[in-house]
């Protein structure tokens, strides 16, 4: 690391890459301990199905096995959820999806553990299951949930803009489609675990793999029956979540384990069969568009209807369709129209938050209708995009108006001026035998944060240590996207302190403060802006204290230097170490809070969606561009280039922001081209890495990103959410280039070979 | 499983054998491990072939190329005879799983799992391989068509393993082509698979070829009318177009999370055109 | 049993069952936990270890395989003195990794490359990690950094 103080906008390598590279990171696999006992979960195995009878006599027999646990074994709620709890620890009496908990096996080995699992026989009384959202939605379809308010529909809305469908008899064009996407699989490569101990005073102490350690918490509290202040959790180096840990995956399960192990502790670790099982997938959906414009090409009329697939459980279900919803008129101004949207139960794998969160869904299709609607009307369809970009002060699709940094125009314009776009004809008449080149593109917006109703907050804590260095209290976790980099910069940059000498502690419920979740794009938006402050005050608080020991009456004259306050008429020094040593530990902790300002409008009167988001308040934007060359033979896609521009506001750190813009790519890629998540009648067929495909080194094109720099003026130090907008680039790019190398929009993804090949045979037939 | 036995000399590995005639054999384990812990197959003793050195590397002998059973696939790609004499092996392996798959996986055990989708397998038939069979007492030898018998079955008794592959030394087709259609570019399994080993004659026109295709059949397929169909023909669209529709009618490919049987059948015939990046200059 | 073999440059003497993977016997048994597992089927290189200088997948050999083997797992790389190996120092300085899972299998992946091909091409590079997945999207970096060791061996070099 380095010896010198950050600076913001220049890369300051990650602090954790000298752990990864030497394997002495340690995630939360990583816990073992002689005598340690193994965790794991009987699965329902079947779809829909009311369960009678939960028979482990083998089970509890075979050697090594300690304990079987049931819901009977739950002394509290027995409900987990984020906004709706409808989802068991271990089931009761409904079986909703195959995936469901319904055992917990306790075991000194994990072979026999393993063993015993099988020997567990489940008798059940089949229930039709529902697995299309389609037929969910019809009146004789089962429910799956006999008590839920509105049939099979977890949430649903409508926003009627301007003047609704009125409007659409005024389009001098129009065009009507209805694009699907499919289900994603997270496949971080850290499948979810966990390590859990109970001790004699009755506290829990949990090393997991999560997102969100502080409401984890309080999850467990609840559905255990267990005292909140009992439950400790601390999260240490995350292998990759991407929303798949957003919530609970093993901690309640762990937490009654381990207070059905006499104090030993108890591991936990999913198979990656049983991770695509059990785990939260991206939600499918259904999206009829008609979008219509007047003849010179402004946008005037869209009419979107969104159906998602959201599986048995909520998993933040509502929130993804209220993001969609909100963003799917994508970043143009679009004055009239309707978005009707519903979530919908069904018994398939849950779906849950995914990096792009309801957004990408949207997004290729907005971007997918916006081609064909340029083809109709004859317009180049960057041009089509630039004349309808939104601006600042501009109103979205919803009506929000935008009253923070709004840079699509210039992403577009970087675009529209690179080589890529200006010699695409001259590229694509180069195609080789037998190939078809197409270049297309898609614009792309995505809201931060929580949305007007949840308060978007995190605190910051800052340490002046006995050694005199600085230890920053990480709130927000950090699962690879390199947040607390970000904050080793920020307090290194702010008090001047070599960004070795700044020490980091990762969440711990014990140690470090209330942040919120790592989503939702926000987390080094809401707790950089708290760390800035929690800085500035440790600097004055500093200089403070040194002007009362140097009896010099104005602090302003000393300021923070590296390991030292330096009085700078005089050049004094104080060593930090010294002047620690003379504070008091309450004296050296500076704490700060801050909470995200929120939209004031009020685009719906709908309070549903307003507490699932709709609408935020800070959005980022990027452009990308697609160069795709086909196979005419095999029907394969190869992407030969890739480009984007992005407004995430200012660049904190250029090395961070390009792995978070290519890495965001690589798994849109993946949505766009060769990840398929399939279930049958609600049985996963593509049960691992050999059926379901995500991005190898091979099939990854090297990615441009070209970042904008637009300053943003409510971010820390100019900056705003990353995270998840380079997801939802590629599907309609790639789409986009496809359509025009063939003239076919292709409107199911993944786009497959196949797909493409039979676009390519029409058009030979043509 | 319970237990895992690993001899360094042939003797010994009879002798494990007779002490355990239900045991599998495992060569670089990349197929059969995986489907142990499936569960797929539950074998109570694994008998691991590797340390056998007498069953490893390439060789010339009297005209014929002979390739231990045990030799990896990394050391076929870096293996000098290899790359000079069979070129078309080399490719097909390049393209097989992932480095360290091919740095454990053997030519013996991508033969005897004997999936239709095994990337050796087209090339191997193609160039007429033949394969040695040895057991305590003797030894067979069976051309590689009549060896494999379908999906994951192959003529190999209890007692049994297969020792060496034995190809024909023969430089004569100057088209050593092979072509793996996967749904990604590595660690992918063969949707089609195509080899072949073609002559052109100075006049564009096609006059010796061998075909076969991967992942479209049960095993390995090869027609003998396609071939002689294509013989004599221009090197063009026109010349192979009918030969593609006999591919597509000849073919029985099923249905599965990687492909529907359509497009497996209509990229098998279709494959035939990328034989014409071969064909001289117009 | 009893397995012997070298390993980061020492003899081990490990008690263990014949049929225990390798993962197993590194992670739990010796305490080396940098070899990770992601799949267990072969499918994403994280459990890479080199075994005579070769990558292999750790998830996919038996403990009893490794008898009189040379290994080296992640935790070896460093020289003796705790010196960063070209490869390690490079994956820093490049940004090659987010999440830091797929980390020690990249590294061992790149080594194997480098010891048989010390000038590979982007695209050979690209190659050598195919059978490495990396989730978080940074197969760009890797590339990148692996060519600054190249870069930098020819720079010694001459």
């Known amino acids: 690391m380095s010896n010198r103080p950050a600076n913001i906008g220049s890369t300051l390598l990650r602090p954790d890459a000298l752990l990864k590279v030497k394997g002495e990171a340690r995630f939360s696999t990583d816990f073992y301990e002689k005598g340690h006992v193994w965790a794991g979960v009987k699965r329902a195995g079947r779809p829909h199905a009311i369960l009678k009878n939960i028979d482990y006599s083998e089970a509890i027999k075979l050697p ?89 529909i977890l949430l649903g809305g409508a926003i009627t803009v301007g003047k609704g469908r009125a409007a659409e008899a005024e389009c001098d064009e129009i065009i009507e489609a209805t694009f699907e996407t499919q289900r994603q699989e997270h496949a971080y490569l850290e499948t979810e675990n966990g390590w859990a101990r109970l001790d004699d ?93 007047k003849r010179d090409g402004t946008l005037h009329f869209l009419d979107v209807d969104i159906t998602m697939d959201t599986g048995p459980y909520d998993h933040l279900g509502g929130v993804v369709l209220a993001l969609a919803m909100e963003h799917s008129g994508g970043p143009y101004r679009i004055p009239n129209g309707v978005v009707d949207g519903r979530c919908v139960y069904t018994n398939n794998p849950i779906s849950g938050a995914f990096r792009g969160f309801g957004v990408t869904q949207v997004s290729s299709g907005i971007e997918r209708a916006m081609d064909l609607l340029a083809v109709k009307i004859g317009m180049d369809p960057l041009e089509l995009r630039l004349k309808n970009a939104l601006r600042a002060g501009d109103r979205n699709f919803v009506g929000k108006t935008l009253t923070t940094s709004t840079g699509i125009t210039e992403c577009l314009e970087t675009l529209a001026s690179h080589p890529l776009w200006t010699q695409r004809s001259f590229w694509k008449r180069n195609a080789g035998i037998l190939k078809k080149r197409g270049v297309g593109i898609s614009a792309i917006v995505h809201g931060s944060g929580y949305g007007p109703i949840v308060p978007d907050y995190a605190n910051a804590k800052i340490e002046l240590t006995g050694e005199g260095k600085f230890r920053v209290y990480c709130g927000v976790v950090d699962m690879g996207q390199g947040n607390s980099t970000a904050n080793v910069q920020i307090v290194s940059s702010i008090l001047n302190q070599p960004a070795n000498d700044i020490e980091l502690v990762l969440p711990d419920t014990e140690r470090t403060l209330p942040s919120g979740s790592a989503s939702a794009s926000r987390c080094t938006y809401t707790f950089g802006n708290a760390l800035i402050s929690a800085a500035k005050i440790m600097k004055e608080r500093l200089c403070r204290k040194a002007a009362d020991l140097m009896m010099k009456k104005d602090p302003r004259e000393f300021s923070t230097t590296p390991i030292t306050i330096r009085h700078l008429p005089s050049g004094s020094e104080i060593p930090l170490k010294v002047i620690a040593n003379m504070m008091d530990s309450s004296e050296r902790i500076v704490t700060a809070y801050f909470r995200a300002p929120v939209a004031e409008d009020l685009v719906t009167g709908d309070y549903n969606l307003r507490l699932h988001g709709m609408p935020h308040n800070l959005f980022s934007y990027a452009a990308n561009l697609a160069c795709v060359e086909l196979d005419e033979i095999t029907g394969k896609v190869t992407v030969e280039n890739y480009a984007t521009a992005s407004d995430c506001g200012n660049v904190l750190n250029p090395q961070l922001y390009e792995q978070q813009i290519q890495g965001g790519a690589i798994q849109g890629l993946g949505l766009a081209l060769y990840e398929d998540f399939v279930a049958v009648e609600g049985h996963v067929t593509t049960k691992d890495f050999s059926t379901y495909l995500i991005p190898t080194s091979m099939d990854a094109p090297d990615i441009e990103s070209i970042a904008m720099g637009i300053y943003e003026t409510t971010g820390p130090f100019g900056s705003k959410g990353i995270g998840e907008i380079a997801t939802n680039g590629p599907l309609p790019a790639i789409a986009n280039a496809i359509f025009d190398a063939t003239g076919h929009m292709l409107e199911k993804s993944p786009i497959t070979p196949e797909s493409v090949l039979t676009a390519l045979t029409e058009i030979s037939k043509e | 499983m319970s237990h895992a036995l690993v001899p360094t000399k042939i003797e010994e590995l009879w002798a494990y054998i007779a002490e355990n005639p239900e045991a599998m ?258 | 049993m009893i397995v012997s073999f070298e390993l980061n440059g020492k003899d081990v003497h490990v008690e263990t069952s014949s049929d225990r993977r390798a993962v197993d016997l590194l992670r739990e048994d010796l305490g080396l936990v940098g070899t990770k597992e992601s799949c267990g089927n072969g499918d994403c290189g994280a459990c890479s270890i080199l075994v005579d200088d070769k990558a292999r997948l750790s998830c996919l050999t038996l403990a009893t395989q490794l008898q009189g083997r040379k290994v080296v797992t992640i935790e070896g790389v460093c020289g003796e003195d705790g010196r960063l190996h070209p490869v390690q120092k490079a994956f820093i300085e490049s940004g090659a990794l987010q999440c830091g899972y797929c980390t020690p299998g990249m590294v061992i992946a790149v080594i194997d490359l480098l010891n048989s091909n010390p000038s590979p091409s982007r695209n050979e590079i690209r190659e050598a990690i195919s059978g490495n997945l990396c989730r978080c999207g940074a197969y760009q970096k890797i590339l990148d950094a692996v060519e600054e060791v190249v870069k930098d061996s020819k720079k010694e070099a001459s």
């Open chain 2, 25 to 282: 054999l495992c060569a670089g384990g990349t197929d059969l491990l995986v489907k142990i812990r499936s569960r797929s197959v539950t074998p109570d003793c694994l008998i691991c072939l590797e340390r056998l050195d007498d069953l490893k590397g390439v060789r010339f002998e009297a005209g014929e190329i002979i390739i231990g059973a045990l030799t990896t696939h990394r050391q076929m790609i870096d293996d000098p005879i290899i790359q000079k004499d069979l070129p078309l092996l080399a490719s097909a392996v390049q393209n097989l799983g992932s480095p360290p798959i091919r740095n454990m996986g053997t030519l013996g055990g991508n033969i005897v799992t004997a999936s239709p989708a095994g990337d050796t397998l087209a090339p191997l038939y193609i160039l007429k391989a033949r394969l040695k069979i040895c057991s305590k007492e003797s030894s067979r030898s069976v051309p590689i068509e009549s060896f494999i018998l379908g999906p994951g079955k192959v003529d190999l008794r209890t007692g049994e393993i297969l020792s060496e592959v034995v190809i024909n030394q023969d430089s004569r087709f100057t088209v050593n082509h092979y072509e793996k259609v996967g749904r990604r570019n590595a660690l992918a399994c063969s949707v089609v698979s195509m080899a072949a080993l073609m002559n052109i004659a100075e006049d564009n026109t096609i006059s010796e070829i061998r075909l076969a295709w991967g992942s479209v059949g049960p095993t390995i397929m090869r027609f003998g009318d396609v071939e002689r169909l294509l013989e004599g023909r221009q090197l063009t669209v026109r010349g192979i177009e009918d030969a593609i529709r006999k591919v597509q009618q000849s073919v029985s490919p099923i249905a599965d999370t990687r492909a529907s049987a359509d497009y497996r059948r209509d990229v098998a015939g279709r494959l035939l055109l990328r034989l014409l990046s071969y064909a001289s200059s117009r």
């Open chain 1, 64 to 152: 090594g096995v300690i304990a079987v646990l049931t819901h009977k074994d739950v002394g509290g709620t027995n409900r987990q959820g984020v906004i709706k709890k409808d989802q068991p620890v271990l089931v009761e009496d409904r079986i909703r999806h195959c995936g469901d908990a319904v055992a917990i096996v306790l075991s000194d080995t994990r072979r026999s553990m393993e063993e015993a699992i099988r020997a567990i026989k489940l008798e059940v009384e089949p229930l039709p299951a529902v697995t299309d959202p389609r037929l969910s939605l019809k009146d004789d379809a089962a429910l799956v949930h006999e008590k839920n308010e509105d049939r099979n």
């Open chain 1, 201 to 293: 005073q009755g506290h829990l102490e949990i090393v997991c793999s999560t997102q969100t350690p502080f409401r984890d918490r309080s999850e467990i509290a609840e559905a255990l029956g267990l005292d909140l202040k009992n439950v400790r959790i601390i999260v240490p180096y995350v292998g990759g979540a991407f929303g798949g840990k957003d919530g609970i995956t093993v901690q309640t399960l762990l937490a009654l384990s381990a207070m059905h192990a006499a104090g030993r502790p108890v591991k936990m670790w999913w198979s990656r069969e049983e991770s695509f099982i059990a785990s939260v997938k991206r939600h499918p959906s259904i999206l009829r568009y008609r979008l219509g414009a």
